[in-house]
């Protein structure tokens, strides 16, 4: 890889390290939330429902509630009515407030009906089985496709409520709606000469993260409620307890240990709200892990989507209008889905930049299947492969290499991306990035195909795409860095590291602009009591997003210490200079050293 | 009822109902390292050694490892770390979580195979999924780590 202008001289920055936990990783040390919890637990589980649509007409936990060691068995009485999301996102949340903890109608097979808590695995279990749960089946909404307007309401309460304009309606089973377009497209694509007209169709998929959802909690010192979970978003995390349970953020704590993976499944707290209500009811620790099972039906998967495209161009293969209707497929609930639909549309269409009109319409409906959540990619993904399949069918019909093709149609820098809020691609190297990888694939030599005489034909294929990183506008990030006795330094985060190395790169990065070494700085992340607030780790921008928040705070704290080094040398502060070791007058050569610096401070 | 085992070359004693699976006792006797991932033999975390060999704790009933010997990456902790730096130097640890079962599979192939190939080295392997990695960065890790051992044995066989 070529390193960027500017980067050669990096000291640290650059340099492959080995990660900042690797020792505690690699020689399996107790690290991740289970391995935390205390013994003394609480195991908590869920009873799901069996049906995709129904309504819980009695609940019978008397025997159940008789079986040795067990807590509680709580139900959809114990838990206020009032309705949250558990989608991980900036407030105000464009995901609608359509969920309650435990819920007297079930909207799908795993939905939860009631939890039940005792002292050990088996007594939980035993428990479970005792529990008698009288439903009334209901029809359900199942294909996506006839959700809309259908007379079967998945959310017909009159206490859901859509905190954003994305268009939502529950009595139209709408978790959003909208349209963005520019230029006219039924003119242009009745002007085309060829116009591909298309409908792909993408399922559901899961992170399948090695580490299923987990979490465990409990009272501290002050009686306040103490998260600790697998999860990218810990600050949303507060938010959402402090919504689900109707009680004071300040009485919320959430910590983020290691964590065994996300990819987008733990931007939904998929697991936090049960152990929470457990130990807000009972005062006692509790914990719960979802099994394999339970994170693969009960979860936050990928959306389903079925994307209409059509798309026109001339004879010489100009793309002259692009127009794609998405329907999403929310599920129960709509965590992500107003958001992901967005992407399906806005990282697909601004490829092809020289259109002369665009539309993008998109529906994205309730149903009786297990919600949708966050997933690399976030809807881009699905969009970019019905509108790049649609691109190589044209190809096809004109006969021309793909790659051509995009060549001639591709957004370039400077352009302006009218289907990407009119914004300017003021960062594209897109045209680069194809050269080098047709360079790579061989692809003249090998396109279409090889006969490889053996029986075997070898062909190649291309698909573009485009990606940010993190949400313009709205993504934070913060640290906040603090010069210890001894001068060393404790940075804090609040970006959540996964895996994905944020504790690490962030440290090389406050490293290289306090000009000193990684081990003179303390990594810690992420308290909610005591990391700076961060939106958390999604949309691969932690590099980018709170590593540029690093920088500054790295500035802002060069300037104090050289201010504190001028009092302590009695000189003007315009006099001195600070080399990561110690502040130097520089007229006089009288210097300071950090340690001394970091010392005196106290 | 009450068994007796080897755990790292001590001796412990533990009450097991007839349908518990070593997994979670070897947890509840501290070895943290032993991870749940599928719960059905699927994902390789739970991989320890039984008698020496790897076996997948998630299935093996506990009352059947009375008076046996099991070994968790706890019980080769020093060598754990050794192949961990060569897999901390490839960006095969990322969330991690995978970790200690895959070693324990690596470590225990170290011993069964003499000089694998790339291909033996899959295969030995296929049974350790990983999330993070796409695993290219586990068999440059693991070929270095071999080559190195190899090196050593060299070397001691001519002292």
Not at chain 1, 443 to 455: A, H, I, L, S, V
């Amino acid at each position: 890889m070529n390193m960027t202008e500017g980067s050669k001289d990096m000291r640290v920055v650059n340099q492959a390290v080995p990660k900042v936990d690797a020792e505690a990783l690699v020689t399996g040390k107790a690290v991740y939330t289970n391995d935390l919890a205390p013994s003394d637990c609480l195991i908590v589980k869920i009873i799901r429902s069996p049906h995709a649509h129904a309504l819980i007409k009695d609940i019978n936990t008397a025997r159940a509630e008789a079986v040795p060691g067990i807590e509680c068995i709580l139900t959809y009485k114990d838990c206020p009515d009032k309705r949250f999301t558990l989608a991980g996102q900036t407030y105000p949340e464009a995901s609608p407030y359509d969920r309650l903890i435990l819920d007297q109608r079930m909207r799908f097979v795993g939905d939860a009906a009631a939890i039940v808590a005792g002292t050990s695995e088996e007594a939980v279990k035993k428990a479970m089985k005792l529990v008698r749960i009288k439903y009334e089946v209901l029809e359900p909404v199942l294909d996506f496709r006839t959700a809309k307007d259908n007379p079967i309401l998945v959310h017909p309460e009159d206490n859901w409520k859509s905190l954003c304009p994305v268009g939502a309606d529950n009595k139209r089973n709408l978790c959003a709606q909208g349209v963005s377009e520019s230029g006219d497209i039924e003119a242009v694509l009745a002007d085309c000469d060829y116009v591909v007209d298309r409908v792909y169709h993408t399922k559901a998929n899961q992170q399948a993260m090695m580490e299923t959802f987990r979490t465990y909690t409990c009272l501290d010192t002050y009686g306040r409620l103490n998260v600790v979970s697998s999860t990218q978003v810990p600050f949303h995390v507060r938010r959402i307890l402090s919504n689900a349970l109707d009680i004071p953020k300040s009485k919320v704590r959430v910590i983020k240990p290691r964590i065994g993976g996300g990819f987008g499944a733990k931007q939904t707290a998929v697991s936090e709200v049960y152990p929470a209500l457990v130990t807000w009811k009972t005062g006692k620790p509790a914990k719960i892990i979802f099994t394999r099972e339970e994170s693969l039906t009960a979860s936050s998967p990928r959306h389903e989507m079925e994307m209409h495209v059509r798309l026109g161009a001339d004879k010489e293969g100009h793309i002259r209008g692009i127009d794609l209707y998405t329907l999403s497929n929310t599920g129960a609930f709509g965590e992500h889905g107003p958001t992901t639909v967005g992407l399906s549309g806005h990282k697909s269409i601004p490829l092809y930049g020289k259109a002369e009109a665009f539309r993008f319409t998109y529906d994205v409906v309730y149903t009786n299947v297990m919600s949708s959540g966050a997933y690399r990619g976030y809807g881009a993904t699905q969009g970019l492969f019905a509108v790049e399949s649609a691109v190589n069918e044209l190809a096809k019909i004109l006969d021309m290499d793909p790659t051509v093709l995009r060549e001639m149609n591709m957004v370039r820098e400077g352009d302006v991306m009218p289907a990407y809020y009119g914004e300017t691609a003021e960062s594209c190297a897109l045209d680069r990035c194809l050269a080098r990888a047709k360079e790579m694939i061989g692809w003249d030599e090998k396109y279409p195909c090889r006969d490889m005489g053996n029986g075997k034909v070898r062909g190649v294929g291309v698909a573009m795409a485009m990606q940010g990183s993190g949400i313009s506008n709205v993504d934070t990030g913060s640290v906040a860095i603090k010069v210890n006795d001894d001068g060393f330094y404790s940075l804090m985060i609040g970006a959540t590291d996964m895996g994905t190395g944020c504790d690490t790169i962030l440290s090389q990065m406050a490293a290289e602009c306090l000009a000193c070494d990684m081990e003179d700085i303390i990594v810690h992340g992420v308290d909610t009591d005591t990391s700076p607030y961060d939106c958390g780790s999604y949309a691969s921008s932690t590099t980018y997003v709170t590593g540029m928040a690093v920088v500054r705070t790295c500035e802002a704290l060069v300037g104090k210490i050289c201010e504190r080094g001028a009092e302590y040398l009695g000189c003007s502060v315009d006099d001195v200079e600070f080399n990561g070791a110690e502040v130097i007058n520089l007229k006089t050569g009288e210097s300071i050293t950090r340690k001394e610096i970091g010392n005196r401070v106290m | 009822m009450e068994i007796q085992f080897t755990l790292n070359k001590k001796q412990v004693t533990a009450e097991v109902g007839a349908d518990t699976v070593l997994l979670g006792v070897l947890r509840d006797l501290g070895c943290k390292s032993v991870k749940c991932g599928c719960e059905t033999t699927n994902c390789g975390l739970c991989t320890v050694w039984i008698d020496g060999k790897s076996r997948l704790s998630c299935s093996v009933l506990a009352a059947g490892i009375d008076g046996h010997e099991v070994t968790t990456l706890e019980g080769v902790e020093e060598e754990a770390a050794e192949f961990g730096r060569f897999l901390a130097a490839e960006g095969g640890e990322q969330c991690g979580f995978c970790s200690p079962g895959f070693i324990m599979n690596v470590l225990a192939m170290k011993r069964e195979l003499e000089d694998p190939d790339l291909e033996e080295i899959k295969e030995y392997l296929a049974g350790n999924l990983c999330r993070c990695t796409g695993y290219m960065s586990q068999l440059r890790a693991i070929q270095k780590y071999m080559t190195v051992q190899k090196e050593k044995t060299g070397k001691e066989a001519q002292a």
